[in-house]
DNA sequence: CCATATTTGTGAGCCTTCTCACAAATCGCA
DNA sequence: TGCGATTTGTGAGAAGGCTCACAAATATGG
């Protein structure tokens, strides 16, 4: 179905991004084409899936010879969503908050932190990444000055949900929270949740061999 | 299938992990017992998809009573395989790495990180969490000496595939890989991958208004 | 120009996962 | 004890995602 702003599921969001990083690494090693096996293999996904999620959006590439490198990247950040500027908030500057505020992978996809905030009097006023870190009183303040987009929560449990609300009451579309806990806000405000000690979990799951063999 | 050893799959797991964390949450606030649509609620999960994930492992409720929550809880961490210590190696203290470190989440689930290597020679010596920091080229020994289980790379991308390789060399059993590079590891050796900006990307994807509607 | 090799795009079908609905079991109360 | 209310455990079926296999299209080489 060759229509490039159909909609997909959110595993094949994922797939895309992959897509995209190995089409980039390609372009950096001055590679001009590439085909569905080998973009697969380099993000350990099978070809036909990725030609299936290819195809969800259009007809990208010439068959007996391949996807053309340079067209199918501007594409797939178009279809990421990602040839827009996206106005991130992070509420946190503990550890994780400034690892957060310093990845560089967040600038370089069009993720501008454009504040930080934090509970602690002591943090105000200190840089985080490569702004000053204001009152988390302030939350509502920056969001809506800076008409950010999206709250990233790097908070402990017990301070992320009021900050969810407060959030979405100023304004924030999305957020991407590491609090362990859920979030209890309107469904129009999507979450999207990483859970560091569930990974590390499922990992342990996996070791004790309680898994479903593949 | 009231098997306590039953293998289940991955989103079972994970979905286990947070009926644990909800399960501790009502024991703080004394509760002792809690029916599937009160649990499921608290996780964000439907009750019969609750039901059939427990049904997976043995018969834990009473019908007309519920689920006894100081039962469950050590019925879960079992299943989990979280009645054990597991030792993990931290390789990279950077911001991540050192987020990481002093992540409670980790240690109350009994994951202790036992050692952590950075390349950076300023760094060897300081203290990262409640270990020193040794050298990157010490990897094999840190895993050996302590017989460690689990590596956890927060390193650049560039750095990873190499750490990989060694820490599988010297026996690490599982790893969790913060860096944004598909690593290529025997299959023997589970791999689950947290990528930072990716979650950031599926977020935008949805806020663009790409996913199909739920 | 023709034959052979490559590679895409995709329909059909499989397999896993989730939802629905209900019988069976237990509780609470009179 | 008996009856209605509650809640689990689970079979049946729906839904969704993934794999397979192949026709169609393009490239390559003689």
Redesign the pocket.
């Given at each position: 179905?060759?229509n490039p702003t159909r909609r997909a599921?959110d595993?094949?969001a994922r797939r895309l991004s992959l897509y995209l990083r190995g089409l980039e690494e390609l372009a950096r090693a001055g590679r001009v084409s590439t085909?569905?096996?080998e973009l697969a293999g380099l993000c350990g996904i099978?070809?036909?899936?990725l030609?299936?999620d290819?195809?969800q959006f259009g007809?990208?590439?010439?068959?007996?010879?391949?996807?053309p490198v340079g067209e199918l990247i501007p594409r797939l950040r178009e279809i990421l969503g990602l040839t827009r500027k996206w106005k991130v908030v992070l509420a946190g500057a503990g550890g994780l908050g400034n690892a957060l505020a310093a990845y560089p992978g967040f600038s370089e996809r069009g993720f501008d932190v454009v504040a930080v905030v934090d509970s602690d009097p002591a943090k105000v006023g200190q840089a985080c990444g490569s702004v000053a870190i204001r009152d988390a009183d302030d939350l509502e303040d920056a969001i809506r000055s800076e008409d950010a987009d999206i709250l990233i929560l790097a908070v402990p449990a017990h301070a992320a949900q009021e900050l969810a609300e407060r959030g979405v009451r100023a304004g924030v579309r999305g957020i991407l929270n590491f609090a362990p806990v859920r979030l209890n806000v309107p469904r129009t405000v999507p979450v999207n949740a990483v859970n560091l000690g569930l990974e590390l979990e499922a990992l342990a799951f996996v070791l004790a061999g309680r898994t479903?063999l593949r």
């Open positions: 179905m060759p599921s595993p094949v085909s569905s096996g099978s070809a036909a899936q030609r299936k290819l195809s007809s990208f590439g010439k068959r007996g010879f391949g996807y479903t």
